[in-house]
């Protein structure tokens, strides 16, 4: 229920507060000196992403899990990576459309709705770019777990790392009152995240970007 809860507060977050903030964030247009720093940090870590999947990914299915406004669709597209574009947002699914050139969409298939359906098929690899920072570890794990089911190769995801500046926003975020249905980030401690995971699977950590107000973690999940 914790997942569904979640995806529910998700998804109202994109489609009616957040969809006009997050389409100018992934664009060019000019934005705050705050906010530059946030595009800046998740350019760099799409690269860190990206960097950990083969050098050619030709032919292979990706799914793009919480694909947003598509800028990591778009750059498999052009490696000729067969993706699968899903997002809990229909809004933001329509932008990725949008913005993504015509002559590469026989390449994507575009769909809104829970990455966690099997109806999605299976994949060589799953990335998961700033989309399961909103669940306690258990429930990611979980997630987690699910995926890999359905994936022959790893899985790359980001969480929002446990550090002291995190730690203080979250708690004041916690205390803070709550008039809307938006979902609130929970920091992951790696270590806790793997006893979860079990023994079935390894968690690798593949770095750290801290970008001004942008701080992420990449982990890796192989069987």
Same mark, same amino acid.
């Given at each position: 229920?914790?997942?569904?809860?979640?995806? +529910?507060? &998700?998804?109202?977050?994109?489609?009616?507060?957040?969809?006009?903030?997050?389409?100018?964030?992934?664009?060019?247009?000019? $934005?705050?000196?705050?906010?530059?720093? $946030?595009?800046?940090?998740?350019?760099?870590?799409?690269?860190?992403?990206?960097?950990?999947?083969?050098?050619? $990914?030709?032919?292979?299915?990706?799914?793009?899990?919480?694909?947003?406004?598509?800028?990591?669709?778009?750059?498999?597209?052009?490696?000729?990576?067969?993706?699968?574009?899903?997002?809990?947002?229909?809004?933001?699914?329509?932008? +990725?459309? *949008?913005?993504?050139?015509?002559?590469?969409?026989?390449?994507?298939?575009?769909?809104?709705?829970?990455?966690?359906?099997?109806?999605?098929? !299976?994949?060589?690899?799953?990335?998961?770019?700033?989309?399961?920072?909103?669940? *306690?570890?258990?429930?990611? +794990?979980?997630?987690?777990?699910?995926? *890999?089911?359905?994936?022959?190769?790893?899985?790359?995801?980001? &969480?929002?790392? *446990?550090?002291?500046?995190?730690? +203080?926003?979250?708690?004041?975020?916690?205390?803070?009152?709550?008039?809307?249905?938006?979902? &609130?980030? &929970?920091?992951? !401690?790696?270590?806790?995240? !793997?006893?979860?995971?079990?023994?079935?699977?390894?968690?690798?950590?593949?770095?750290?970007?801290?970008?001004?107000?942008?701080?992420?973690?990449?982990?890796?999940?192989?069987?």
């Amino acid at each position: 229920m914790q997942y569904e809860q979640t995806l +529910a507060r &998700v998804e109202t977050y994109f489609d009616q507060t957040a969809t006009k903030t997050w389409e100018r964030l992934t664009s060019d247009a000019p $934005v705050s000196r705050i906010r530059q720093t $946030v595009r800046e940090g998740r350019d760099q870590m799409r690269a860190r992403l990206l960097s950990r999947l083969p050098s050619d $990914v030709a032919g292979l299915r990706i799914l793009d899990a919480g694909c947003g406004a598509g800028q990591l669709t778009l750059e498999l597209a052009q490696r000729s990576a067969q993706v699968t574009a899903v997002d809990i947002s229909p809004a933001l699914i329509d932008i +990725a459309r *949008k913005r993504i050139p015509t002559q590469l969409h026989d390449t994507i298939t575009f769909q809104a709705g829970d990455l966690l359906n099997p109806d999605l098929g !299976s994949f060589d690899y799953i990335i998961g770019m700033d989309s399961l920072i909103y669940y *306690k570890p258990p429930v990611l +794990a979980q997630t987690l777990t699910q995926l *890999k089911q359905r994936c022959t190769g790893s899985i790359l995801f980001t &969480v929002a790392p *446990k550090t002291p500046l995190l730690m +203080a926003m979250w708690y004041a975020g916690k205390l803070a009152p709550r008039g809307d249905k938006s979902p &609130v980030m &929970v920091p992951q !401690s790696a270590a806790q995240l !793997s006893r979860h995971l079990g023994n079935g699977h390894r968690l690798t950590d593949i770095g750290r970007v801290h970008r001004g107000f942008y701080i992420s973690q990449a982990l890796e999940v192989t069987a």
